[in-house]
C-alpha cells in the first residue's frame, strides 16, 4: 500500500489521533460515517453524513471521497477531500503504529471494499 502525498498523511493521521478513541474511529470508518470534534475542529465527514441543509448550502463531496477538517483550534481552518482508500490506508497505518492489530482485520475488510 503506498501512502498518500506525506505532508497529506501526516495531517490525515493528526485528525484520526485527535479522536479519543481509536476503536470508535475504525468502527466509523466500516460504518463510512464521519465524525468531528468539534472542541479542536478535527474531522473526517463521508458524503452520507451531508444534509439537505448542507447540500443547499452549496457542500458536496464526490463519492469515493472524504472530507477532512483539519482546524487545530480554528473553525475556519483548513479543509480538503481526500480518497477514502487513501483515509483508510492513513486509518491502518495509525493502528498499525499504535500496536491496535485486533483492529486491523474489521478495517482490511473494510479497505477491500472501498478499492
Same mark, same amino acid.
Given at each position: 500500500?503506498?501512502? /498518500?502525498? $506525506?505532508?497529506?498523511?501526516?495531517? $490525515?493521521?493528526?485528525?484520526? @489521533? ?16 464521519? #465524525?468531528?470534534?468539534? *472542541? ?8 452520507? *453524513?451531508? *444534509?439537505?441543509?448542507? &447540500? +443547499?448550502?452549496? @457542500?458536496?463531496? /464526490?463519492?469515493?471521497?472524504? &472530507? ?6 480554528? /473553525?475556519?481552518? =483548513? =479543509?480538503?477531500?481526500?480518497? =477514502?482508500?487513501? #483515509?483508510? +490506508? +492513513? %486509518? ?7 500496536? &491496535?492489530? @485486533? %483492529?486491523?482485520? =474489521? %478495517? @482490511? &475488510? ?6
Amino acid at each position: 500500500m503506498q501512502l /498518500p502525498h $506525506i505532508y497529506r498523511a501526516t495531517d $490525515i493521521a493528526h485528525v484520526i @489521533e485527535s479522536w479519543s478513541e481509536l476503536e470508535a474511529v475504525v468502527s466509523y470508518a466500516v460504518k463510512r460515517h464521519g #465524525y468531528t470534534n468539534t *472542541d479542536s475542529f478535527f474531522g473526517v465527514t463521508y458524503p452520507s *453524513d451531508l *444534509d439537505d441543509f448542507d &447540500r +443547499v448550502q452549496g @457542500e458536496h463531496i /464526490p463519492p469515493g471521497f472524504v &472530507r477532512i477538517l483539519n482546524g487545530y483550534g480554528d /473553525p475556519n481552518g =483548513e =479543509e480538503f477531500d481526500i480518497s =477514502e482508500s487513501d #483515509y483508510l +490506508v +492513513v %486509518l491502518r497505518a495509525v493502528v498499525e503504529n499504535q500496536g &491496535r492489530k @485486533e %483492529l486491523i482485520d =474489521e %478495517l @482490511e &475488510r473494510c479497505i477491500s471494499v472501498a478499492n
